[in-house]
């Protein structure tokens, strides 16, 4: 007895792991688990049009449709296939023949025998609890009650502060859960508010669902087990989604000016309603329009030529349309009018990005710089390996641990605590990793100043060398 007790905390521990390594669940482990049989009949009903697809699932944990025997891994390519369809959730429109219950209730199924199964004191508490959240958040979603939270508040359920490598499993959990967030949580910017929410119930039987030209909502398409590569920066990233300063096409110029006056703007939006953008008005577009007509008002200085882009569009997309025209008008998931971004913010978020870069090669090359004075390379290979075979090969980890050796700090000679310094050397290291991974979350002000100030403590000791 004692043998299959330990047999079964093994095996709940190694499903587990399924679920610690953040990958998305696949049919495959509904058949480890003896969730579903092979052979297992599938049946997508799409009642609106009155037609059924069915499949069955085969030993390997593959969904084969009917009756051309064509197979895939992902629930939601076949169910795509099946109905052709551009986006449907498969999990959700798959029901398992005999247990007349939905493909994503035996993966719930799947997630909480897990969780159950690992004890509350186990190193893995941590996974328990975003577990715990996502399914009430999952249960809020279906009561038609969905959790607002900002994408910051969402990381930190993680223990994450920015979407850095965690991102690949924040968005499994997510799927696993059937959850999605509305917006993109990747689109926008850390404190803008997003819906937990599933997707949209006719993704999962409706004759018209198609994938969104827009990507407003993100549908569960890509489910096997493979993270998305999503390096792409947004125009939603810089633009905080709450709202533009705006004035409608009756106003006066005063009214204009005022707003513009009083907020330092160089444009402001023309609105007819939340999603009826008739254009802008400028300082240019205004004294134009005093010029020629002393009692002008906003309809006479309106410019109709504005960019209206979605916030998930890719920045670099939009750079053209910034450079002609300054500034573009950014729609939220609903397509309002919901923010603006201007070649300033655009010059900001690349400054943003660039300053901490440069940094670290300066930061690099002085250390390099430091060292090819102070030793020989044989010395340098002693503490570092064989794989150092010259100064240019030299790696940050490097640099620690010819600094952590004592007798090799006592020869640079300088009046520094080497623990502190070796301390703040590898908060660096851990910085440069970030800013050489290009996240699109810019980096922390405390973590540039800390470049800032340990690139200036070496500039001053390089100038003594």
Not at 160 to 167: I, K, L, N
Not at 218 to 225: C, H, L, W
Not at 260 to 289: C, E, H, K, M, Y
Not at 347 to 356: D, F, I, Q, S, V
Request: proline letters at 4%; charged letters at 25%; a negative charge.
């Amino acid at each position: 007895m004692a043998s299959d007790a330990a047999a079964d905390n093994d095996e709940t521990s190694r499903r587990a792991k399924y679920l610690i390594d953040g990958r998305r669940v696949m049919v495959s482990d509904l058949l480890e688990a003896g969730l579903i049989q092979p052979g297992a009949a599938l049946r997508f009903a799409r009642n609106r049009i009155g037609t059924t697809h069915c499949a069955t699932v085969t030993d390997k944990g593959r969904i084969r449709l009917e009756p051309d025997g064509e197979e895939f891994r992902s629930p939601s390519r076949a169910a795509m296939v099946a109905a052709g369809m551009r986006a449907v959730d498969g999990w959700r429109a798959w029901t398992v023949v005999g247990q007349d219950r939905l493909l994503d209730a035996v993966r719930q199924e799947l997630l909480d025998r897990t969780m159950v199964g690992v004890p509350r004191q186990h190193e893995h508490a941590t996974r328990q609890h975003v577990h715990d959240r996502l399914r009430q958040a999952r249960r809020r979603a279906e009561d038609a009650d969905p959790e607002l939270l900002s994408v910051r508040e969402l990381l930190a359920l993680w223990g994450a502060t920015d979407r850095g490598d965690q991102v690949g499993q924040i968005e499994a959990d997510l799927a696993n859960h059937g959850l999605v967030t509305s917006p993109s949580f990747r689109a926008v910017t850390l404190d803008a508010v997003i819906t937990l929410t599933t997707p949209p119930d006719d993704a999962a039987g409706s004759e018209t669902a198609e994938a969104p030209d827009d990507g407003h909502v993100q549908v569960a398409e890509n489910d096997e087990g493979d993270d998305d590569l999503n390096v792409r920066l947004t125009v939603g990233n810089l633009s905080p989604l709450c709202g533009v300063e705006s004035v409608g096409p009756n106003s006066t110029l005063a009214e204009a000016i005022t707003k513009l006056s009083l907020n330092d703007f160089s444009q402001l939006a023309v609105l007819s309603g939340p999603r009826n953008v008739r254009g802008a008005v400028t300082w240019r577009s205004i004294a134009l329009a005093l010029q020629q007509k002393p009692d002008a008002s906003v309809a006479d200085a309106i410019n109709p030529r504005v960019e209206v882009v979605s916030y998930d569009r890719d920045l670099f997309e939009t750079l053209p349309a910034l450079q002609q025209r300054d500034f573009v008008f950014v729609l939220d998931e609903t397509k309002a009018i919901k923010g603006i971004v201007t070649t300033a913010d655009v010059a900001h978020r690349y400054g943003e990005m660039a300053t901490p870069f440069f940094q670290v090669g300066e930061l690099d090359q002085t250390l390099r710089w430091i060292l090819t004075r102070a030793f020989d390379i044989g010395e340098v290979r002693s503490v570092c390996g064989k794989h150092v075979t010259s100064f240019e090969r030299l790696t940050m980890g490097d640099y620690q641990r010819v600094l952590e050796n004592k007798e090799m700090w006592q020869t640079l000679g300088w009046p520094l605590d080497r623990s502190a310094f070796i301390a703040r050397l590898e908060e660096i290291r851990s910085i440069r990793n970030k800013v050489m991974h290009f996240h699109s979350d810019p980096v922390p002000e405390d973590a540039v100043d800390k470049l800032r100030n340990f690139t200036n403590l070496l500039r001053h000791y390089r100038d003594l060398a």
